[in-house]
């Protein structure tokens, strides 16, 4: 007849339960060390692959490489080596042709800033020439006298220094090369100002004077 083969566990009594913590507390191969020991004493580590080789070292260490945190400043400072004058020439001419390409017709006598627009855009309603009139006065500093010659700009002095930084940029970008061509480009594109020639009817000189009838003719009287 079988029997039960059972085994009585007697609970520890509170001698024996101090007596252990006071041991696991001193030495690091306590019932708690033990018991992590014997959970993983069985596993085996994973074999390196090949490639690990060259990414952790033998140490057993991570080789991370640093993060530069400041590569993306570091990229938008102008190349240290481009010539000072070099720089302030294009600048002079950078801003000189967008000048150029953003004002008006040289302003005749006795116009205003609609009497301009008016000349030189002949399909504009009356009411865009006033808009863009009005427009044009704030970017010229609401000045009221305009003189002959003179032209108005069609844009605001932030747009103007917008559009030089941006040409600035590009042209510190650059390479030397690159930076002689795209100082000749500008150069060439700016036109020469022709200056306000200011023509006057000459002294004791009336303007269309027409000729006296004696002056007419020049052959011999008649009989």
């Known amino acids: ?10 609970p520890p009594t509170i001698e024996q339960i101090e007596a252990r913590s006071t041991v696991g507390a001193t030495d690091q191969t306590g019932p708690a060390q033990k018991l992590y020991t014997s959970a993983y004493a069985d596993s085996t580590p994973m074999p390196r692959r090949p490639q690990d080789a060259a990414t952790q070292p033998a140490n057993g260490t991570l080789d991370i490489p640093p993060i530069d945190l ?4 570091r990229s938008e ?14 600048k002079h001419l950078a801003t000189k042709l967008i ?6 017709a040289p302003v005749a006598k006795g116009e205003g800033y609609y009497q301009v627009l008016q000349r030189m855009h002949k399909d504009w309603t009356p009411e865009h020439l006033y808009d863009e009139a009005h ?18 700009s069609t844009i605001s002095d932030w747009q103007k220094d917008h559009a030089v930084k941006e040409r600035m940029a590009a042209f510190e970008k ?24 200011h023509r006057h009817p000459q002294p004791h000189q009336q303007p269309h004077q027409q000729p006296h009838q004696s002056q007419r003719y020049h052959g011999s009287p008649r009989r």
């Open 174 to 197: 650059a390479t030397p090369e690159q930076r002689k061509q795209m100082l000749a480009e500008v150069q060439k594109q700016i036109v020469p100002d022709k200056p306000v020639v």
């Open 135 to 152: 427009r044009i006065k704030n970017y010229n500093h609401n000045s009221n006298e305009l003189r002959v010659g003179q032209r108005l």
């Open 1 to 10: 007849m079988a029997t039960n083969d059972t085994v009585q566990l007697n």
């Open 99 to 104: 000048e150029q390409q953003n004002r008006t």
């Open 70 to 73: 400041f590569k993306s400043q």
């Open 77 to 90: 400072i102008p190349n240290a080596g481009i010539d000072s004058k070099e720089s302030e020439a294009f």
